[in-house]
């Protein structure tokens, strides 16, 4: 038995973790955060083989599996990175390996690999929405309106969920579809309102779209536990350097105690990660409440060192002078995508039978 | 992550499931908090089934009376979680079992093993451990119990608080101050004292739960022969640290977390208030489903410390390499879920849950008194081995890398 990550994937998470360091710098981010343009930072994470993480090497990806792919966001989480990950690297592969026939696999997973196809997706049909998903088929086209769409920025396509089951696969430039990018609480992941009035869509029904939900919901989480690992880095390195009444306020027991609650509830966290991320490839009856639960305890979990983290900062960590609230609002932010821990739980207990 | 198991491994966990298909209506009943009274001969021919089969004092060696396996932590691991799973004792936990033997065997003499790990292990010698006094809690190496020595005797004076057993134990495990003219930690021995020596008074100390469990023990001139101390003279702080590493190995019990999520969640789905289960009602199951979310990073969290303990062990090291901020986490965490558990339990017994009549006898306590006792005796057991306030300031120091407090003047 082993439990823990290979060498392989301790290497992994090194690499991208270098490269995030190098180039996601605070100019970075507040670039980033005004103009929504990934291009540059994106190829250099193709480059890394990021998007082509789950696809099959048939089809010029790497074939890793999902734990992989949990830990990449959660490095991407740590570094407060502007990304397409979730939908390109993850959401829309998985969609197309679980619910695609071969021929759409043939066409799209190869310039998903390369980096060319980046997916924005749109799940609210599955997730309890509270905005507007109004999404229906009409023979081989799709109407309706969609709010909340994730990662629209420098998007070729949209990854559609629908009522009735399966994904729709729409072109991102086709003329009968009109786009409403939305700011979002988290400046680096964009939204985006749609409202399509009979675009042309591939269908993409052959399987279960709810596992495509519960892989998110784990890169959601994994994202979250990284975002808030960084955000008590940073909340041990402020304390240690602030200096009040003569010594550092890392030697009050007040700022202690708190940075140790957080790294309390964290650490447990990163074996609960392996193990649910792991469970979605393998035929694991357990899967969905995993998903559902990880995705839940880490949505409670990083508003509370969110918050706490936040504190120990003191008045520095109110203002965007060290960047910290980049961090707070990608946690924020995560914990209503998807699906909230409310909701997440009450599916759990659904995938265990619990309720009558 | 590769879960299976090896064949060795594998083999045990079948061994473990005939073992409690044949002989599990032997086991005492578990549960309902604490140590009460002195093993009964159900608990000490059970306790001997179980060493006879490796499933206690497994890797104590034969000649001291164990069953002689190589330490293999999964080997424990496997038998706790079956044995819970199973809902069945896992023998004696005394302070005796699990704190002075692994001492013993790492720092006692060949004569202090032999003479005391065999009667030790089958439950015929309990043991009380005598560290906190009133004025030594969480700064325990401030102990004012002290020892001369006269005549090749070490005489003893003092108070010892907290004292779990004491009531009924055999012998107690002592830190006292034979050298004080020596720095603090340096000024302590380790000595292994007889409850029945002239001059010791036990005292029971009422708590919470209404169990006679706790005590105050009073040493006046108290004497024991000078070769009744484990290693040497003022090197008592060194023993206890020995001991506290083997009990930081216990690695925390997630094992008890699982049990006690599934007794909750049948507790909600037996409870019917108004014609519905407190399972159907969404307020209930949603406190459940969170608290469920814990233990699963409890569990696999401790799989994880498992995994990488085994790995140290076959690289002969006492921890896994990544271990430290892990471990550090573990009781903290573990032992303040294990109250948030049981306090949902007491608030879905609501009113009728009130009444409140322990016995002396874990399996005579009705279900809502069980309940009430384990959630006060884990209050307890979040304040002792280092109360929690005391875990944070280590997990913040030792884990995190934060200054310690700075001294105040005159304290050393």
């Not at chain 1, 999404?135 to 969920?161: D, K, N, Q, V």
Request: negative net charge; proline residues 5%.
């Amino acid at each position: 038995m082993h439990f823990g990550l290979s060498e392989e994937q301790r290497l992994f998470g090194d690499a991208l973790r270098g490269f995030l360091a190098a180039r996601v710098t605070m100019e970075a981010r507040r670039a980033a955060a005004e103009s929504s343009s990934l291009a540059g930072f994106w190829n250099g994470l193709t480059e890394l083989g990021l998007p082509g993480l789950l696809v099959p090497e048939e089809h010029g990806g790497a074939g890793l599996g999902l734990l992989d792919a949990a830990l990449a966001a959660e490095a991407l989480g740590e570094a407060a990175a502007p990304t397409p990950f979730l939908g390109s690297a993850v959401l829309a592969p998985l969609a197309l390996c679980l619910l695609g026939d071969p021929a759409q696999q043939e066409a799209h997973l190869p310039a998903i690999a390369a980096g060319r196809v980046r997916v924005a997706v749109g799940l609210g049909a599955l997730t309890g929405t509270t905005g507007t998903c109004t999404l229906r088929r009409e023979g081989e086209r799709i109407s309706g309106s969609i709010t909340g769409l994730i990662e629209p920025a420098c998007a070729t396509h949209w990854l559609l969920a629908l009522r009735e089951g399966g994904f729709a696969l729409v072109a991102a430039d086709a003329p009968e579809v009109r786009i409403r990018p939305r700011r979002s609480l988290d400046r680096l992941r964009p939204l985006a309102d749609l409202d399509l009035a009979g675009a042309p869509a591939e269908w993409l029904t052959a399987g279960d779209a709810r596992r495509v939900l519960d892989a998110g919901r784990v890169m959601l989480a994994a994202e979250t536990l990284g975002a808030a690992r960084s955000m008590l880095d940073q909340a041990v390195a402020y304390a240690g350097q602030r200096r009040q009444f003569g010594r550092t306020i890392a030697s009050f027991q007040g700022v202690k105690h708190a940075c140790a609650d957080m790294a309390a509830w964290l650490e447990p966290c990163r074996a609960f990660l392996w193990y649910a991320a792991q469970a979605q490839d393998a035929p694991d009856p357990e899967a969905r409440m995993l998903a559902c639960q990880v995705k839940a305890h880490l949505d409670e979990v990083g508003r509370e060192v969110a918050r706490h983290a936040t504190e120990v900062h003191g008045g520095m960590g109110f203002t965007e002078l060290l960047g910290l609230p980049f961090w707070f609002k990608r946690i924020a932010a995560n914990r209503q995508l998807l699906g909230g821990p409310e909701r997440c739980r009450e599916e759990a207990a659904e995938a265990q039978g619990l309720i009558a | 992550m590769d879960l299976t198991l090896s064949e060795r491994h594998r083999a045990l966990q079948a061994a473990l499931r005939e073992f409690i298909a044949r002989y599990g209506h032997l086991s005492p009943p578990v549960g309902g908090g604490g140590g009460r009274k002195r093993p009964d001969r159900k608990v000490l021919d059970w306790q001997a089934l179980l060493i006879e089969h490796g499933f206690a004092a497994r890797a104590v060696p034969r000649q001291y009376g164990g069953y002689g396996a190589e330490p293999d932590v999964l080997d424990a691991a496997i038998i706790t979680e079956e044995f819970n799973k199973a809902g069945l004792s896992l023998g004696i936990q005394g302070q005796g079992i699990r704190m002075l033997v692994p001492t013993l065997l790492e720092v006692g003499t060949e004569e202090q093993r032999r003479r005391w790990i065999g009667p030790t292990i089958r439950g015929e010698v309990i043991w009380a451990q005598g560290y906190s006094e009133p004025e030594a809690g969480s700064d325990l190496a401030s102990l004012r119990t002290h020892a001369r020595v006269e005549d090749g005797h070490f005489v003893i004076n003092g108070q010892k608080i907290w004292t779990s057993s004491a009531h009924f134990a055999d012998m107690i495990f002592l830190l006292c101050r034979t050298e004080p003219d020596r720095p603090k930690h340096l000024g302590i021995s380790y000595l292994l004292v007889p409850m029945t020596a002239p001059g010791i008074e036990v005292r029971p100390l009422p708590t919470m739960t209404g169990h006679a469990t706790f005590n105050e023990v009073f040493f006046t001139e108290v004497r024991v022969p000078v070769d009744q101390i484990v290693l040497g003279r003022g090197e008592g702080w060194k023993v206890a640290n020995v001991t506290l590493k083997h009990e930081r190995m216990l690695l925390g019990d997630s094992a008890k977390l699982v049990h006690r999520l599934h007794r909750l969640r049948s507790l909600l789905a037996e409870t019917v208030v108004e014609g519905e289960p407190l399972l159907q009602k969404p307020v209930w199951r949603d406190r459940l489903m969170r608290l469920q979310g814990e233990v699963l990073a409890a569990k696999y969290h401790q799989m994880r410390l498992l995994s990488e303990a085994a790995q140290g062990q076959a690289q002969g090291q006492a921890q896994g390499r990544d271990s430290g901020l892990g471990l550090l986490v573990v009781k903290y965490y573990g032992s303040t879920l294990a109250w948030r558990l049981a306090a949902l339990a007491v608030d879905a017994l609501g009113d009728a849950g009130l009444p409140y009549e322990p016995h002396d006898e874990v399996a005579e306590d009705d279900a809502a008194t069980a309940w009430y006792a384990d959630w006060m005796y884990d209050l307890g057991l979040i304040i002792g081995g280092g109360s929690s306030n005391i875990q944070k300031n280590i997990i913040a120091e030792r884990g995190l890398g934060m200054p310690r407090e700075p001294k105040i003047n005159g304290s050393a």
